[in-house]
């Protein structure tokens, strides 16, 4: 069996965990390739991914024009590139000419954007599992921090990247590298009891929102500072490597191992060297050798299919967003920006008030419903009013449905597998949101606005049946009163 947490100890890893995601999602927000144009922030869900993730957001669709006026000129007097950036433009532009409804130009770095946001999910869902295993034979330290390791390669790339190619580089390394958000997960299981996991969960959730909400603004200032001529960003790409090395160092002086089969056996050699002669004569036990079995309530291939079909519907609507927003309102950048930021707010002030309080089951079937409403609302809306009243729902989802998955999968999983059952789980949501977007575009050009949305409804209507009338309540998962000791209350972080 797992001893017990001290609840000192939880607290303090809790706090190591919390300030490192924030480091790192702010970085990474920054630095990763999300589809938005200039300004423009990208609501993050789980699954993928801190202030300085959140940098890269408002730059990216700056950097990418500043590639493409290097490389593939759009000057058709100018001499023809053959760069990989104009490769690659090539076989966008011919992807836009297949559809009947023509693609207006000003998203061509959005579709390019997008493009190298599912290349970074196709890796991601292949590096998961494995960093997952990885952590439940070496520890949960070790695999973070060489991912954190992975990760400074990535972000020094970018700062170097004076050309497409380079920062393409940057970007693949990053995908394969980038397990952060899934380890904290692993390490907040570890530490944590039954009846406080979920909102442990929620507490990860939180640093998404809080990075989201600070994160692009930062990026967004610091990309006015250019340093490097022949790369614009590497202020804000250095600024992001000096976090990220700080939060590497961070992590190596203060975060302790947690996995269970590695902790309990230094407990127990520790009492072996140190105890009495009977003491010396007990067998040391450990969850590697002896795994606590675990009845599965739900199988780890339900919970995969679920995460993977939510994701592959909802990011493809997420990306959809602000074409659907510029065709019926004429939104610019800015009003996009104000859109996605009160989702953000929204988001943040659930996770921390509604989402940590409730059962992982429940919380999955909220968002999931929201999620349905909002597909509903987004075929048919005519007004503004309409459109934040979705928002309001889509804020809903991203602050419980992953969140809750990400609880459910734990209690499927002994303490020897949870690294690697959760990579899975990654996995399956990383590949839906590498696929997503991709296939909703396509039917929104193809057939319109209500057609995509229709289907995109069935599609989340299917995840609904999922997670109404397949998953159940895992034994430990609802939530117990708190116990009052010396008439105070114990309260968890």
């Given at each position: 069996?797992?001893?017990?947490?001290?609840?000192?100890?939880?607290?303090?890893?809790?706090?190591?965990?919390?300030?490192?995601?924030?480091?790192?999602?702010?970085?990474?927000?920054?630095?990763?390739?999300?589809?938005?144009?200039?300004?423009?922030?990208?609501?993050?869900?789980?699954?993928?991914?801190q202030?300085?993730?959140?940098?890269?957001?408002?730059?990216?669709?700056?950097?990418?024009?500043?590639?493409?006026?290097?490389?593939?000129?759009?000057?058709?007097?100018?001499?023809?590139?053959?760069?990989?950036?104009?490769?690659?433009?090539?076989?966008?532009?011919?992807?836009?000419?297949?559809?009947?409804?023509?693609?207006?130009?000003?998203?061509?770095?959005?579709?390019?954007?997008?493009?190298?946001?599912?290349?970074?999910?196709?890796?991601?869902?292949?590096?998961?599992?494995?960093?997952?295993?990885?952590?439940?034979?070496?520890?949960?330290?070790?695999?973070?921090?060489?991912?954190?390791?992975?990760?400074?390669?990535?972000v020094l790339?970018?700062?170097?990247?004076?050309?497409?190619?380079?920062?393409?580089?940057?970007?693949?390394?990053?995908?394969?590298?980038?397990?952060?958000?899934?380890?904290?997960?692993?390490?907040?299981?570890?530490?944590?009891?039954p009846?406080?996991?979920g909102?442990?969960?929620?507490?990860?959730?939180?640093?998404?929102?809080?990075?989201?909400?600070?994160?692009?603004?930062?990026?967004?200032?610091?990309?006015?500072?250019?340093?490097?001529?022949?790369?614009?960003?590497?202020?804000?790409?250095?600024?992001?490597?000096?976090?990220?090395?700080?939060?590497?160092?961070?992590?190596?002086?203060?975060?302790?191992?947690?996995?269970?089969?590695?902790?309990?056996?230094?407990?127990?050699?520790?009492?072996?060297?140190?105890?009495?002669?009977?003491?010396?004569?007990?067998?040391?036990?450990?969850?590697?050798?002896?795994?606590?079995?675990?009845?599965?309530?739900?199988?780890?291939?339900?919970?995969?299919?679920?995460?993977?079909?939510?994701?592959?519907f909802?990011?493809?609507?997420?990306?959809?967003?602000?074409?659907?927003?510029?065709?019926?309102?004429?939104?610019?950048?800015?009003?996009?920006?104000?859109?996605?930021?009160?989702?953000?707010?929204?988001?943040?002030?659930?996770?921390?008030?509604?989402?940590?309080?409730?059962?992982?089951?429940?919380?999955?079937?909220?968002?999931?419903?929201?999620?349905?409403?909002?597909?509903?609302?987004?075929?048919?809306?005519?007004?503004?009013?309409?459109?934040?009243?979705?928002?309001?729902?889509?804020?809903?989802?991203?602050?419980?449905?992953?969140?809750?998955?990400n609880?459910?999968s734990?209690?499927?999983?002994?303490?020897g597998?949870?690294?690697?059952?959760?990579?899975?789980?990654?996995?399956?949501?990383?590949?839906?949101?590498?696929?997503?977007?991709?296939?909703?575009?396509?039917?929104?050009?193809?057939?319109?606005?209500?057609?995509?949305?229709?289907?995109?409804a069935?599609?989340m209507?299917?995840?609904?049946?999922?997670?109404?009338y397949?998953?159940?309540?895992?034994?430990?998962?609802?939530?117990?009163?708190?116990?009052?000791?010396?008439?105070?209350?114990?309260?968890?972080?």
């Amino acid at each position: 069996m797992t001893t017990p947490v001290e609840p000192a100890t939880r607290k303090r890893v809790l706090k190591v965990i919390f300030f490192s995601l924030l480091l790192d999602l702010v970085r990474t927000i920054w630095h990763h390739p999300w589809d938005r144009e200039s300004s423009r922030t990208r609501k993050t869900n789980y699954n993928d991914k801190q202030i300085s993730f959140t940098f890269i957001l408002p730059l990216f669709p700056k950097l990418l024009e500043f590639y493409r006026n290097v490389e593939a000129p759009l000057d058709p007097s100018a001499p023809p590139s053959k760069t990989l950036l104009s490769s690659v433009l090539g076989y966008l532009n011919t992807y836009k000419a297949s559809f009947a409804r023509p693609i207006d130009s000003r998203y061509d770095i959005v579709l390019l954007g997008g493009a190298l946001g599912s290349l970074f999910s196709l890796l991601q869902a292949i590096a998961s599992p494995i960093i997952g295993h990885f952590s439940d034979r070496y520890g949960r330290r070790t695999a973070l921090l060489l991912s954190m390791t992975g990760n400074i390669l990535s972000v020094l790339l970018w700062v170097m990247a004076t050309d497409f190619r380079t920062f393409l580089a940057s970007r693949i390394v990053g995908g394969l590298s980038e397990g952060n958000v899934q380890l904290a997960t692993a390490i907040a299981t570890d530490i944590s009891d039954p009846s406080k996991r979920g909102s442990t969960m929620a507490l990860i959730g939180a640093c998404f929102s809080i990075a989201f909400t600070f994160g692009p603004a930062l990026g967004a200032w610091l990309s006015s500072f250019s340093t490097v001529a022949a790369n614009p960003f590497a202020t804000a790409a250095g600024v992001s490597l000096t976090l990220i090395v700080v939060e590497t160092l961070y992590l190596y002086f203060c975060l302790p191992e947690t996995l269970p089969a590695l902790t309990q056996k230094t407990e127990s050699t520790g009492a072996q060297v140190n105890g009495t002669e009977a003491e010396k004569k007990k067998p040391a036990t450990t969850p590697a050798a002896n795994p606590t079995a675990v009845q599965r309530t739900n199988s780890h291939f339900l919970l995969n299919l679920t995460h993977f079909s939510f994701l592959l519907f909802f990011s493809g609507m997420e990306f959809s967003l602000p074409f659907m927003t510029y065709d019926l309102f004429g939104y610019d950048s800015a009003k996009n920006g104000r859109l996605l930021g009160f989702v953000g707010l929204i988001a943040s002030l659930l996770q921390g008030g509604v989402t940590r309080r409730l059962p992982p089951l429940l919380s999955v079937r909220i968002g999931v419903v929201a999620c349905l409403l909002a597909f509903i609302m987004l075929g048919r809306i005519t007004s503004v009013l309409g459109l934040y009243g979705a928002a309001a729902l889509l804020a809903t989802t991203s602050a419980t449905v992953v969140t809750g998955l990400n609880a459910l999968s734990s209690f499927e999983s002994h303490e020897g597998e949870r690294g690697g059952k959760l990579g899975m789980l990654r996995s399956w949501g990383q590949l839906g949101r590498g696929l997503g977007p991709v296939l909703f575009t396509s039917v929104y050009w193809w057939a319109g606005r209500e057609v995509a949305y229709g289907i995109g409804a069935l599609g989340m209507s299917w995840v609904a049946l999922l997670v109404l009338y397949t998953l159940k309540t895992p034994p430990g998962s609802e939530r117990v009163k708190t116990a009052k000791v010396a008439g105070s209350e114990k309260k968890e972080l």
